[in-house]
């Protein structure tokens, strides 16, 4: 069964920082582009960062240009998502989708998701 499973997501300050992952298993993700998306209460989803087979990043959320990386580890068959300077406005679900390449609509494989929450 092919599956992702995100982890790291919590209760977070403003300003601060926090990693989420995106572990795969039943696949190998080295052949796939991950995107990491996020839907907030009451909007749509969006993709934030994208990550290629080669490790090229693709940002599409300006919102988070400059705070977010993303980055991913083949041996561990895991992709990151750091967050730092978080803002209010990034309380969202954070979820992680494995597509052939970045850009490409059709997402595989998807993970059930991870809360952040970010408040005082």
């Known amino acids: 069964q092919l599956q992702l499973v995100e982890s790291g997501g919590g209760l977070v300050q403003p300003g601060g920082s926090l990693r989420l992952s995106c572990a795969a298993s039943?696949?190998?993700?080295?052949?796939?582009?991950i995107g990491w998306f996020r839907q907030a209460s009451g909007k749509e989803r969006e993709e934030v960062l994208c990550i290629s087979r080669s490790g090229a990043n693709t940002n599409y959320a300006d919102s988070v240009k400059g705070r977010f990386t993303i980055s991913r580890d083949n041996a561990k068959n895991t992709v990151y998502l750091q967050m730092n300077s978080l803002k209010p406005e990034d309380t969202a679900v954070y979820y992680c989708?494995?597509?052939?390449?970045?850009?490409?609509?059709?997402?595989?494989?998807w993970g059930q998701g991870t809360l952040l929450t970010v408040s005082s």
């Open positions: 989708a494995a597509k052939s390449w970045c850009g490409d609509p059709d997402l595989e494989v």
């Open positions: 039943g696949f190998t993700l080295d052949y796939y582009a």
